[in-house]
């Protein structure tokens, strides 16, 4: 386990339209408004077509190979991820959603293009005073989280 501890800066609300994609918009807000490390809160419409990273072929299996669905039609969404900046000093943000239809749901990464229907809002708190970067994972190919910076 790595941990720190850091304080929270600004508040930055968003309003994503339709046919925006989510983690595009997140991190060039983040870059325009130099935010490098954040927490992010959404809730919203996700458009149908919209993919979704819903986890490992094989939860054992080696190298990660990352199953993908994509939504049928427009689904409620709320999610929840962190932002924080890859070796190259970009904000590259990471969320999950719930995403639901009727009494179907499915829950993943927007990572792949998740774009908002109709309307989707947006909060990111601003956390400073952490060193936290993501670096890439030889092993696995993910962009881990290295707390100790």
């Known amino acids: 386990m790595q941990y720190e501890v850091a304080r929270l800066g600004r508040v930055v609300v968003v309003r994503l339209e339709d046919g925006d994609v989510i983690h595009e918009c ?4 983040a870059r325009r408004e130099g935010i490098a490390r954040g927490s992010v809160m959404l809730v919203g419409g996700a458009a149908g077509g ?8 094989d939860g054992t299996g080696s190298p990660v190979v990352p199953m993908q669905r994509a939504l049928d039609d427009a689904h409620e969404v709320a999610g929840v991820g962190t932002l924080f900046p890859d070796e190259d000093g970009r904000p590259v943000l990471h969320l999950h959603v719930a995403c639901g239809r009727g ?3 499915l829950v993943g990464c927007v990572r792949l293009g998740v774009q908002t229907w109709t309307i989707l809002e947006a909060v990111i ?5 952490s060193r936290a970067v993501r ?3 030889p092993e696995t190919g993910f962009q881990l989280l290295d707390v100790e910076g």
């Open 50 to 57: 919209s993919t979704l990273v819903v986890g490992p072929e």
């Open 26 to 29: 997140i991190e060039e807000v």
């Open 103 to 105: 009494a179907d749901a």
């Open 125 to 129: 708190v601003e956390i400073e005073g």
């Open 135 to 137: 670096r890439r994972d």
